[in-house]
């Protein structure tokens, strides 16, 4: 078949699958978490051999969604037809029997086990005795016939993130999957393993499998999807529209929003000072032991944002936690505002006038059975005037600081006696990125400050973040979301592997430019700029 | 005002419950091992047993005495749970506090009181403290889970007194039974209330608790303990100094239990015995602390009402055929009802949702125990 | 070489409780649950044992009964921990009191308070011929009760089941990540319920064998730590069967060298000699790797969303 008409085939399919056979219909799906409506009668239809966008704002209710599709939650109300055939759906098991297939946000794959294991775990037609070799042979197989090759008797923990994707798909394949949920797939790639994973897709619906494509990036199912079906606040905004019909971006993004909405962050032009920031040849290892930081060297001025973009797990983490004292540096120096920060301990560096917003703020940036007030004089705790003589906390000023700092950064709460595990994730965000720019930090480290968040809370810390450069503080803002580093950053800097592929000013950044350096290929023209 | 008053009210019946249906349930269930081993009726059984307890001025003077000890270990407990670690050692401690204060005691019988007394108290609280600080210490330089380390050092505790009665410090009056010299007076603490058994360590005991709740809740010190026990993430995050914030929660747990064993040999026992230790004060502290959700009001009444469980235990047998032991299982069903407390949850729905989702395990675990 | 002979042999009938034990918890282990109660497992299988053997007047019939009891009782902190999923080592310490408390009870129900206990069928030696006779570690290793060959011989079977079969793959995957076994359409609850139970199984052998293989009687503190080092054996044996051997064999011949030392009279007291296994313990526990087969979900109770 040469090429023109394959072309031609491809198109023919297209306009064929949007007529086809329904595959799956759901029917005022409704789903209530204690008095939280995540999604409210919601109706999804797909056809065969399609790629089916579901649009929405992070806590719109797509996963959730399909999380009831897939077994996962028992759905509140509502039906859903497999096949024509109505269905109830008590458990992934079921799910897949069906022929159901989802690809999780986060992989669920098991890091200690090989490949080969974590493809049969739990399929049904094992004997007693595992035969692996049987196995890995009729995975190789399918394997080469999608074009996804990986070793299977490798540990998943030695497979690239990229790689473990794909063996996510592998192994629904392996259970004989239709219907396949890709939740948020392209969130860890880079741009290159985005067109990757999109000739596979197209791989995989030539061979007659339908895709429901989770996603809130509009670009992405402009390019990949027949149609879109968009949810907001857990309601359909639209349903099954075509893509072809759509005429940009812009118009999709009002329906998930709601509103008309600007997608860019007003930002005025920096004015540098002195230099705030000053890291030389900083290399480290991870807590595997394993070089994650390899002769990194950067600075950042008074009144600047560097960006730090990459693909997730390419030293970002280990960069930020070498500059805040959570783990060693090997090698290299690190100095803030002039004085030397290398290997001090996090006590030490805080005193700089360091603040951080942390990658995982349920983690790492508060505490969530504490209440409000406890988590407000985390970083502050031991000195005045939150703690006086004695050691004493003195938790009336504490109260009375608690309420002001709520009600300016926004933090919506009955009150400062409320447990942060109460709030929600964008309450939460805003009492961590509250509580650090309230200590009027000289160097802030941001890490994926919006992640997870919605429109509304994501513009507004980004705002806060560009006020707090303006105040003239040093801003080093690490994100996997390259449309937020290309929009907050003066100066973006690309890590691979560990490494800086590259510095690019703001206004040379471009996706293309910068996806080659995340992909790790040093790009001539790039740096140039 | 009215409302918070009753937000109040609702809350405080709300912390209740689960420690009233968890003491039901576990009094219940025990009535069945009354019936299939004894031919005593289970409510003659522990009518007997809460006439023992409570029945008069006389039985709660006893329950007080022996709810002292309870106190103690229950401190110790919670302590080191507030800081994430769990202290099943407080047995041990005990037993070394009350080595260290006899020997102290009986080795100077030349010092005035007021010397004695106090350093009595201290050696028993610095024993304990180091017999805590060892876990710890294994715990932070070797990765050795406390939970295995602690138990191992309760039955090395026990050996250590075997030997140190049968010899260093063994009564040379007594001729060849096991046990220390009686304390002086110089070292015993005395009672409370005259014609009452209940002792100066009672007082003791609560400013114990006192400084528990100011020393967790009131100063920097217990802050960083109780951010490391409930998200040791965000502790280093904060440049709190985790290694050592776990060795001074066993310090406090250590001494608090050694103190407790210091005192029932001052004040009650007279001297060091291989019996001494017949109770087990330890196990029984981690019930205390549980069923008082690591609360200083809590450890208190729960203290007392397993005071008063041990008490009347001896009544119960002496008076019917139902064994003291049943009052082992009843405290063992406590700590499972306690620990497992959700099987009672009702359907009140209240953040229910958000909090399975968005609160670690760890978190979720000390989710009853906020004040 | 009578020595040697003898050393052996103790070593080997001292370290069976624990490698019975911990062969069966190194299995739930794997799954995710740390049962610190299993020393009052094998407490209740001491007693179970015993009082099977002293009415059915058979040793066999009586571990049996052991077995059956212990996983009962087992079933109470399956229960409470994995589908009330409270917290592992509360319950694990309830479940020891509980036993403590039973014990007593029962034992004084049945056996009354009385000095001397009553006379059992219990374990004796079975010799195998031909092995028995080679010189030295003939006596050793083929003059011992039969639990002490099943113990051993159960190692590789464990090994396989474990590292081979489906059920073992499963069980270690629900210990790393139970979610995505979720996700695949296994039941976390059943799996980890079920290697509970199994693990009672064994630890009421251990039990059993303890009151009636190196005993022939109940006492309330005949089991003193065993369970403990149970627990302690898997973690430094690093989650393998294999590896639980070597534990198990290093805190045998712990147990084995008191008597020697105390026979040698080099003038150390006797509570000092007694220590010897619980410091052993303690040591192996500061020597274990931090890079280990520990599951990653170890005592984290698994909460569908």
Known sequence: MSEMNQEVSVNEVKEDRVAGKEILRMVNVSKHFAQVVANKDVNLTVVEGEVHALLGENGAGKSTLMNVLYGLYAPSAGEVYYKGEKVEIHSPGQAINLGIGMVHQHFMLIPALSAIENVVLGYEGNGTVLDLKAAAKTFSDMSKQYGMAIDPWMRVEQLSVGQQQRLEILKALYRDAELLILDEPTAVLTPQEVENLFDIIRQLTKEGKTIIFISHKLNEIMTICDRCTVLRNGRVAAEGLPVKDIKNANQLAELMVGQTVNLKTDKSVAKPGEVVLQVKNVSALNDRKLQALNDVSFEIRAGEILGVAGVDGNGQSELVKVLTGLIPASEGQVRISGVDCINKSPKQILEHGVSHIPEDRQKMGMIAAMNLRENICLMEYDRMPYSGKGGLLRWSWIDEHSRELCSKYQVRTPGVQELAGNLSGGNQQKLVVGRELDREPKLLIAVHPSRGLDIGATKYIQSRIVEERDRGAAVLLVSTELDEVMDLSDRIIVLYEGEIMGTIEQKDADRNALGLLMAGIKNNEAQAG | MKHSLSTKVTNFVRNLYYPIVAIVASLLLGSLVIIATSTTSPIDAYRSLFVGAFGGLRQFDETLLKAIPFIFTALSFAMAKRCGIINLGAEGQFAIGALMGTIVGVSFPNLPLYLHLPLTLIAGFLGGALFGLIPAVLKVQFGASELITTIMLNYIAKELISYFVNGPIMDSASSSYPQSAPIPETARLGRLIPGMRVHWGLVLALLAVLFYYVYLWKTKGGYELRVVGLNPHAGSYAGMNIKRSIIRSMIFAGGFAGLGGCIEIIAVQGRLMMTSFAVSYGFTGIAVALLGSNNPVGIVVAGLLFGGLQNGALKMQAMTTASSSVVLVVQALVILFVAGRLMFRLRTGRYLKQRTLAIPPVAMDERGEQR | ?305
Request: proline share 5%.
């Open chain 3, 1 to 305: 070489m009578q020595g040697i002979t003898s050393f052996l042999q103790a070593t080997l009938r001292l370290a069976t409780p624990t490698l019975l034990a911990s062969l069966g918890i190194v299995f739930s282990e794997r799954a995710g649950i740390v049962n610190i109660g299993t020393e009052g497992m094998m407490l209740i299988g001491a007693l179970a044992g015993v009082m099977g053997s002293y009415y059915t007047g058979s040793v066999i019939l009586g571990t049996l009964i052991a077995m059956l009891v212990t996983v009962l009782f087992v079933s109470i902190f399956g229960f409470f921990t994995v589908i009330i999923k409270a917290d592992q080592t509360v319950i694990g310490t309830g479940m020891n009191i509980l036993a403590a408390g039973l014990t007593i009870t029962a034992n004084r129900a049945v056996f009354g308070a009385s000095t001397s206990p009553p006379s059992i069928d219990v374990f004796d030696s079975w010799r195998i011929p031909l092995l028995a006779d080679i010189p030295v570690i003939g006596p050793a290793l083929f003059n011992q009760p039969i639990p002490v060959y099943l113990a051993f011989l159960f190692v590789p079977i464990a090994g396989f089941i474990m590292f081979r079969t489906n059920t073992g793959l499963k069980l270690r995957a629900v210990g790393e990540n139970p979610r995505a076994c979720d996700t695949v359409g296994i039941s976390v609850t059943k799996v980890r319920f079920l290697a509970v139970l199994y693990s009672g199984v064994l630890a009421g052998f251990a039990g059993a064998f303890v009151s009636m293989g190196q005993m022939s009687f109940f006492t309330e503190g005949i089991i003193s730590g065993g369970g403990f080092m149970a627990v302690a054996a898997v973690v430094f044996g690093n989650y393998t069967p294999r590896g639980v051997m070597f534990s198990s064999l290093v805190f045998g011949a712990a147990y084995a060298l008191m008597p020697r030392i105390q026979a040698a009279s080099m003038g150390i007291p006797g509570q000092f000699i007694l220590m010897l296994p619980y410091l052993i313990t303690i040591i192996a526990l500061c020597l274990v790797i931090r890079r280990s087969n520990r599951p990653t979900s170890s005592a984290v109770p698994y909460i569908k969303e």
